[in-house]
């Protein structure tokens, strides 16, 4: 049995420089952090003592004979692509899916480390994402970006680099004060929305070249925000997250709504220095930067949203829980490890 630990990702500068068609024509780079809130995946081989062979349960329970019956796209495309057979796999996560986070990549990073693990095998944190991109964009086929399965198996505050020659990881060095003071003048909140990614993220392919010039800016950002940490004032980071938000609405009209406007253009009046929609846009979670003596009535004037309070955290995805098994497929001899 495998019990894996995967953390979901907060992205704040560069979103939308992550595609391939922009970044290896023009390279690209984000700023992230993954955070406190996870999901975690259990896997096993299941006894062949049932009528199925596969018990896989998320917000649906499937009990199948086979791997190309399974619904689950990730999943069922992991274990073709592992021959991965007779297995229970059961997902459980802090926070609800769809919702900007990430979560259907710390997903993948998750049921691929596990996976491995089950087999005996360590993968490290660069395979571990190249091959969670693979099973998403290639093998499920859907759109967006490749920043989220780095950000969820590499962990920590980062600075993601693309290029036509793949990607860099480079951990951002600034004191903990900063960091500290950072974390604490972010305020998390669920719309109560929530939304398929992939169904936004194609609309933002379609505007790849139309919006060349404001994805360069957006790219930009990144060393801005960068900078600001480094040697500048924190708050100047809030500021920017508002210009950011901004412009990512002129190059996808998808990515917001009127209420959503609302909820942000209430903040702003009520003190906030700026923030964004995390994530494609369309739902989710809106994070907002407010100094600590205008979080009060920031909170009030959104007092019908659920705040969620977070960390950043370091780890990525790892282990929690390995005990090797004794497995052979149905028909053979079983045996069980106590």
Known sequence: MVITQTPFRMSFFGGGTDFPGFYEKYGGQVLSTSIDKYCYLTVRHLPPFFEYANNIMYSKCEHTKHAEEIQHPAVRNAMKFLDMHDLTVLYDADLPARTGLGTSS?????????????????????????????????????????????????????????????????????????????????????????RFSSEIQVEQEKNLERKNQQLLRMKDMVDE??????????????????????????????VSNVLIDEYYETAMKNGALGGKLLGAGGGGFLLLYAQKEKQAAVRESLSGLMQIPFRFETGGNRILYYVPESYAPKGEKYEHNS
């Open 225 to 254: 925000a960068e900078k600001i940490l480094v040697q500048g004032d924190v708050d100047d980071f809030g500021r920017l997250l508002d210009q950011e938000w901004r412009l990512k609405r002129e190059i996808n009209g998808k």
């Open 106 to 194: 710390s997903f993948a990073v998750g049921l691929l480390s596990a996976f491995y693990a089950l087999k005996g095998k360590y993968v490290d944190k660069k395979r571990l994402a190249e091959e969670a991109i693979y099973l998403e964009r290639v093998l499920c086929q859907e759109s967006g970006g490749v920043q989220d399965q780095i950000a969820a198996a590499y962990g920590g505050f980062n600075k993601i680099v693309f290029s036509a020659d793949g990607f860099e990881v480079n951990p951002l060095v600034i004191s903990n004060e900063k960091k500290r003071r950072l974390n604490d003048n972010l305020l998390l909140f669920f719309t109560g929305l929530s």
